[in-house]
């Protein structure tokens, strides 16, 4: 069972050397279980050499 239920990645039409990778989790449990796996904590380890990172978790917004 996958615990990503979409990503989609983005490139800044006005900086294109950034790109934004945009990740939606079944639920929370399916979030920390990522954070928890051994290949995130592998990324933990190695991302700020390699680039800016900034995560957020956000909610969704209903409206209507």
Do not use: C, K
């Amino acid at each position: 069972m996958s615990l990503v239920t979409r990503y989609d990645l983005w490139i800044d039409q006005a900086e294109p050397g950034r790109f934004v990778l945009n990740e939606l989790y079944t639920d929370a449990d399916a979030l920390a279980a990522h954070r928890a796996s051994a290949h995130f904590q592998t990324y933990l380890a190695s991302i700020n050499n390699l680039a800016e990172r900034s995560a957020f978790t956000l909610n969704p917004l209903a409206f209507g």
